[in-house]
């Protein structure tokens, strides 16, 4: 009889040799305590199956169960979703190669717990280093853990989120560790950000009543300091806000916005 998989983890690995051995080593707890599946989504590849880079290839076929190559797209919901329906677990966990755990195991003991019955979302806590000595952080709580069902499915080019989802989350503050807001200069720190206000202007076209979207262009403006920009687009922001439902996001939004102007 086979043993049901109860995690499966996928991840987007976009070749960076210097952090994706780290990043799956550090799910080895899982692994050894559960019945886990991991997942590699390859976004280096062209889709036909290659891999390029020999060493990075090396130590995803170390560490995962399924490799999976897929052309970059500019979309990060498409190559997520790809992960998705590959998905055994019960439950589904998210990670990218610039992100690892230092201790999982409160996790691991949650998964194990008959209360982990009473949920089917786990926010987590994540902690992005902004340089390179590890010393300064930002912190959020992201919704990286959830229970798969057949309708689940990510959503957004970038930033991008679940649906449907659970309203009333576990709330875990085992980090999730990140360094993908560090660079070693301002031109890598600016490609960067042009990437993403690309994406996110795509979908504020596409989707403008969705606020998150605004609120990230916002802040993508703010780490490249373009004030001006920032002045520009809170007009119709704060118009767009007031002509949606009022939600906490709105509201947070809002407070974001007064502390910016």
Not at 9 to 27: A, D, F, H, P, W
Not at 88 to 111: C, K, S, T, V
Not at 144 to 151: Q, S
Not at 221 to 226: A, F, L, Q, S
Request: charged share 30%; with cysteine.
């Amino acid at each position: 009889m086979i043993n049901k998989i109860q995690l499966t983890i996928s991840i987007l690995s976009s070749g960076r040799i210097n952090t994706v051995e780290r990043c799956l080593k550090s799910l080895l707890p899982f692994k050894e305590r559960m019945n886990t599946q991991i997942i590699v989504t390859d976004t280096t590849g062209n889709g036909d199956g290659l891999i390029y880079d020999k060493e990075v290839r090396s130590i995803l076929y170390k560490y995962a169960d399924v490799i999976i190559p897929f052309k970059w797209c500019d979309d990060f919901s498409a190559a997520r979703n790809i992960g998705l329906k590959e998905t055994l677990g019960e439950w589904f966990l998210y990670i990218d190669d610039d992100e690892w755990f230092e201790n999982p195991n409160r996790i691991i003991d949650f998964l194990l717990s008959k209360e982990s019955k009473n949920y089917n979302r786990v926010d987590i806590e994540v902690k992005s280093f902004v340089d390179k000595e590890l010393e300064y952080s930002s912190v959020c709580l992201a919704t990286r853990l959830v229970r798969r069902t057949d309708e689940l499915t990510f959503k957004g080019y970038i930033h991008e989120y679940f649906t449907p989802i659970d309203n009333n989350p576990k709330v875990l503050f085992c980090p999730i560790l990140h360094t993908g807001y560090i660079f070693d200069n301002e031109e890598d720190r600016f490609k960067h950000t042009q990437r993403n206000l690309i994406l996110l202007e795509k979908a504020i076209n596409e989707d403008p009543g969705q606020t998150r979207w605004w609120l990230q262009l916002l802040q993508e403006y703010e780490t490249i300091k373009e004030w001006d920009k920032i002045r520009e687009l809170s007009d119709k922001y704060i118009k767009q806000i007031y002509n949606t439902e009022v939600t906490d996001d709105n509201r947070k939004s809002l407070s974001y916005l007064r502390g910016l102007l």
